[in-house]
Nanobody, 118 residues
Framework: QVQLVESGGGLVQTGGSLRLSCAASGRTISRYTMGWFRQAPGKEREFVARILYSSTYTNYADSVKGRFTISRDNAKNTVYLQMSSLKPEDTALYYC???????????WGQGTQVTVSS
């Protein structure tokens, strides 16, 4: 079992920055693809970013390309999402998730709220 705890959310103004953290316990994340997802009220949960277990390859949703950066520190068992140039449309509950060896996302955190004011 992998337990994930997100932190770093908060209230920021348009154009501001935040760094989200996802701390894992129970297992090391070195063999897990790690992803970030978000869900706004009344909308479906959507993919934001991922970083593969086997390399530093990353993938981003079109809506956040050039603004968000996902990274991992296996020594700290932590994944990060650096967000810049934030927009009101980025307001959502952000979740991190883990997929063993690139499989399905079976482990999810409880989420951290990001609110971007206009």
């Amino acid at each position: 079992q992998v337990q994930l705890v997100e932190s770093g959310g908060g209230l920021v103004q348009t154009g501001g920055s935040l760094r989200l953290s996802c701390a894992a316990s129970g297992r090391t994340i070195s063999r897990y693809t790690m992803g970030w997802f978000r869900q706004a009220p009344g909308k479906e949960r959507e993919f934001v970013a991922r970083i593969l277990y086997s390399s530093t390859y990353t993938n981003y949703a079109d809506s956040v390309k050039g603004r968000f950066t996902i990274s991992r520190d296996n020594a700290k068992n932590t994944v990060y999402l650096q967000m810049s140039s934030l927009k009101p449309e980025d307001t959502a509950l952000y979740y991190c998730a883990a997929a063993f060896a690139g499989g399905e996302y079976n482990y999810w955190g409880q989420g951290t709220q990001v609110t971007v004011s206009s």
